[in-house]
């Protein structure tokens, strides 16, 4: 079945530590983008990426980094430097970028030890 | 900055009943919209979307309404089951968009 995988479900992180997101998607699509979800909240855009070798800061690009070397994969680096890291994180695909349709992983859930 | 938001935080109906879910937006370039659908502890999942050149498009067991004059968009469920428990998200984009602009979400409870 064509989708997004996320990994890991469950992710901790110590003070000082840089943690990376996966997310994987076989729909061969064009665009990916990442979320951050806050509870009772919307989501907001930390990045996303057109095409392969490159990517644009969303809404809330501050201590998260991103990477776009193949087409399938998507990896978020939460780094030291983003202060409140603990939140719901969700990867999503489409077709191309632009209005249409996103398709989502099943998130990680990320919380500071 | 513009923004797209819900009138009601939750909403509780029997089973059986037609649910409707709103949603506000203040963007009047936007000119797609859709719904989505998110499990707790789970991604949104697509339920419909909807264009600015129709006002109405039909799906199974679900409506989406657009008023673009109030810029108003409405989600409608017939014959609300408990597995429709969940929280629904408006969002919407423009042309000149790069992603969609979710809203807060509504929760909806159906009791039996």
């Known amino acids: 079945d064509g989708g997004i995988t996320q990994s890991p479900k469950y992710l901790f992180r110590k003070e000082g530590q840089n943690v990376t997101l996966s997310c994987e998607q076989n729909?061969?699509?064009?665009?990916m983008y990442w979320y951050r979800q806050d509870p009772g909240q919307g989501l907001r855009l930390i990045y996303y990426s057109q095409i392969v070798n490159d990517f644009q800061k969303g809404d809330i690009a501050e201590g998260y980094s991103v990477s776009r070397e193949k087409k399938e994969s998507f990896p978020l680096t939460v780094t030291s430097a983003q202060k409140n890291p603990t939140a719901f994180y969700l990867c999503?695909?489409?077709?191309?970028?632009?209005?249409?349709?996103?398709?989502f992983g099943d998130g990680t859930r990320l919380s500071i030890l | 900055g513009e923004s797209v938001g819900l009138h009601l935080p939750t909403l509780s109906v029997q089973e059986g009943d037609n649910s409707i879910i709103n949603c506000a937006y203040s963007n009047s370039a936007s000119d797609y919209f859709i719904w989505y659908k998110q499990e707790s502890g789970k991604g949104p999942q697509f339920i419909i979307d909807i264009r600015s050149n129709m006002d109405k498009r039909q799906g199974q067991r679900v409506t989406v309404l657009l008023n673009k004059t109030v810029k108003h968009l409405s989600l409608q469920i017939a014959a609300t089951q408990p597995g429709d428990s969940a929280v629904y998200f408006c969002a919407e984009s423009s042309n000149s968009g790069y992603a969609l602009n979710f809203g807060k979400g509504t929760s909806l409870l159906v009791t039996p």
């Open positions: 999503a695909s489409s077709i191309k970028q632009g209005p249409q349709p996103q398709h």
């Open positions: 729909l061969n699509h064009d665009a």
